[in-house]
C-alpha cells in the first residue's frame, strides 16, 4: 500500500522500518471511533462549504459503507496498512476516487487520532462503570445476605474488634462507589474535541469546530491546538483509575485468598472460580482471586509506562505517543477481565458464620468493650485500658479467656467489675453496641446497605 505521505520521499520505508512504525495491529479496535470522527468531519466540511454537499454526502455515504462491511466481515482490515486511519481513507479513496482524497482536508492525523482515542477511551471508561456497578450489586446483596453473621475484624492482621461480615464487605461497596465517581470525573475531563486542531497549528479553512464535537458527543473544544494534539492526561488519569480499580480488586482478592483457606475457613468459593492440582486431589485453589491480584502489577506497569513516555515529549506531537494505546489498551481490557470474572465469583462465594463466630470468640476481641464498661463505670479511658491489659495478660498466662474468668477473678483486678460485665462483653452485643454512624452495629450496616443500593438505582 502506497503511504499517504509518501510524496516528499525519493525511495520507500525500510521493511523493518515499515513493520516498526505501523500501529495497525493494536490500533486497528478503534476503526467505529476513526470512522465516526470522519463522519463528523466531513459533515462539517460540507455544511461549512469547505466542499460540497453532495461530496459531503458521497463521503459519509462511503464511510458508512466501509464500518458496515468491516462490522459484517466483509472487509478485512489490512494489517499492511500504518495505522487505522490510513486503512480508511485508502479504501475510501478507493471506493470514491477523487472525493474520497477530500476527507482528509482541513485535518491531520495528529487531531485525528487524538480525537480517535478520546471516542475509545469514553467508550471504554463506559463499559468499566458498566462492570463496576455490576460488581458493587453483586457485593451488596453478599452484605445483605450476611449482615449479620459476627466475624472478627482485623488491624496488623491480628484480631482486634467483632464486625460482622455484611458491614466488612460493605467497605469494599465503598470503595468500588469511589471508582465509579472517579472514571466519572475522568470522563468529564476526557470530553472535549481535538478535531481541528489539525497538525498542531489549527487550519486555515473556515471550519466548525463546535459542529464536530456536538456531533460526537463531547462537551466542548480543546482550547489550545498544541495541547489538543499532544494531550494525552486523559489518558494517564483514566489508567490511574484503573489502577485504583486494580488496587481494591486485588486487596479484596486477598481477603478472598485468606478467607477461603482452610487457617480461617470463612468462605467456600464455588467450584466454578477455583482450580485443582495436578498432583494433590485434596486442593481447592482460588485461581481467580490470585490471577486478579497478579494483573494488578501488570496494570501498575501500564500506568508507569505511560507516564515514562509522556515525561520528556515536547510540543507538539511526537511519534513516542503512538505507545500510549498498547498501555492504555492492555489497562481496559485487563480490568475489565478481571470485573467480568469478580462480580459473579462474589455472586456464588458463600460464607460459613459459625466459623466466623468461632475465631471471634478468640483473640480477646471484646477488651475494648470491656474497658469502655469500666469508662462507664467511671473509669478514665486510660486506666480502664491499663486495667484491661493486665486482665488479658492473667488469661492469656492461665489459658483462659474474658468470659471464662469469675467476678471474684475480675475483683482482683478492679471493685468496679460487676455481674452485668459479662453482658458488656458477649460477642454479640458487642457488635449490636455499635451504633455509630457507618459502624457495624445493624443499624449502621442497614444504613450502608440503603446507601449503596440508592446509589445503583442512579443508575438503573
Not at 470512522?35 to 453532495?54: D, N, P, Q, R, Y
Not at 486511519?85 to 477523487?98: I, N, P, Q, S, W
Not at 494534539?229 to 481477603?255: G, K, Q, T
Not at 466466623?356 to 478468640?362: D, G, Q, V
Given at each position: ?9 525519493s ?12 500501529s495497525?495491529?493494536?490500533?486497528c ?5 476513526d ?13 461549512c ?10 463521503i459519509?455515504e ?14 478485512a482490515i ?14 475510501l ?29 469514553r ?26 453473621a459476627?466475624m ?5 492482621l ?12 460493605s ?10 465517581t472517579?472514571i466519572?470525573d475522568?470522563?468529564?475531563?476526557m ?7 489539525a ?8 471550519i ?32 490511574s ?21 482452610w ?18 486431589p485434596q486442593k481447592?485453589?482460588p485461581?481467580m482471586?490470585e ?26 506531537y ?17 480490568v ?14 458463600k ?42 495478660g ?7 479467656t ?24 458477649d460477642?454479640?452485643?458487642?457488635v ?18 440503603a ?5 445503583l438505582?442512579?443508575?438503573?
Amino acid at each position: 500500500m502506497d503511504k499517504m505521505w509518501a510524496g516528499r520521499f525519493s525511495k520507500a520505508l525500510n521493511t523493518d522500518a515499515d513493520g516498526f512504525n505501523s500501529s495497525i495491529a493494536f490500533d486497528c479496535r478503534m476503526y467505529k471511533q476513526d470512522i465516526k470522527g470522519s463522519m463528523a468531519h466531513a459533515a462539517m466540511l460540507g455544511a461549512c462549504g469547505v466542499i460540497t454537499e453532495s461530496e459531503s454526502a458521497q463521503i459519509i455515504e462511503g464511510l458508512q459503507g466501509i464500518l458496515d462491511d468491516i462490522d459484517s466481515g466483509a472487509l478485512a482490515i489490512d494489517m499492511n496498512a500504518e495505522d487505522i486511519h490510513m486503512f480508511v481513507e485508502a479504501e475510501l479513496t478507493k471506493r470514491l476516487g477523487d472525493v474520497g482524497k477530500k476527507l482528509h482536508t482541513g485535518r491531520s492525523r495528529n487531531d485525528q487520532v487524538a480525537v480517535d482515542l478520546r471516542l475509545c477511551m469514553r467508550d471504554e471508561a463506559d463499559e468499566i462503570k458498566r462492570l463496576l456497578l455490576k460488581l458493587i450489586s453483586a457485593v451488596n446483596s453478599k452484605a445483605a445476605e450476611y449482615a449479620d453473621a459476627v466475624m472478627p475484624g482485623y488491624t496488623h492482621l491480628q484480631r482486634a474488634q467483632p464486625v460482622t461480615f455484611g458491614h466488612y464487605l460493605s467497605a469494599y461497596s465503598m470503595m468500588l462507589i469511589r471508582d465509579v465517581t472517579r472514571i466519572e470525573d475522568a470522563v468529564k475531563r476526557m470530553n472535549v474535541s481535538p478535531l481541528g486542531c489539525a497538525a498542531l497549528a489549527g487550519t486555515t479553512y473556515p471550519i466548525d469546530r463546535e459542529m464536530t464535537a456536538s456531533a460526537l458527543g463531547f462537551d466542548g473544544i480543546t482550547m489550545n491546538s498544541l495541547d489538543g494534539v499532544s494531550d494525552r492526561d486523559y489518558c494517564v488519569e483514566l489508567l490511574s483509575c484503573i489502577a485504583s480499580i486494580m488496587m481494591h480488586l486485588s486487596r479484596f482478592s486477598e481477603e478472598i485468598i485468606l478467607w477461603q483457606s482452610w487457617e480461617f475457613k470463612f468462605i467456600e468459593l464455588d467450584d466454578g472460580f477455583t482450580t485443582g492440582s495436578s498432583i494433590m486431589p485434596q486442593k481447592k485453589n482460588p485461581d481467580m482471586a490470585e490471577l486478579v491480584r497478579g494483573k494488578t502489577g501488570r496494570v501498575y506497569g501500564d500506568l508507569i509506562a505511560m507516564l515514562t513516555v509522556l515525561k520528556g515529549i515536547p510540543l507538539a506531537y511526537n511519534k513516542d505517543m503512538q505507545e500510549d494505546k498498547e498501555a492504555v489498551f492492555d489497562a481496559v481490557d485487563t480490568v475489565k477481565k478481571c470485573l467480568s470474572v469478580f462480580a459473579p465469583m462474589v455472586e456464588t462465594m458463600k460464607a460459613i458464620p459459625e466459623n466466623m463466630l468461632s475465631a471471634a470468640k478468640k483473640g480477646f476481641i471484646n477488651a475494648t468493650d470491656l474497658a469502655d464498661y469500666l469508662v462507664g463505670k467511671g473509669l478514665p479511658f486510660r486506666t480502664a485500658y491499663k486495667t484491661v491489659g493486665q486482665t488479658v495478660g492473667f488469661c492469656l498466662k492461665n489459658g483462659k479467656t474474658l468470659e471464662d474468668l469469675s467476678l471474684d477473678e475480675y475483683h482482683a483486678f478492679a471493685r468496679e467489675f460487676d455481674c452485668d460485665l459479662y453482658d458488656a462483653i458477649d460477642i454479640k452485643n458487642c457488635v449490636e453496641k455499635r451504633v455509630s454512624a457507618g459502624g457495624t452495629g445493624k443499624s449502621a450496616v442497614k444504613a450502608e446497605l440503603a446507601y449503596v443500593s440508592d446509589f445503583l438505582k442512579k443508575y438503573s
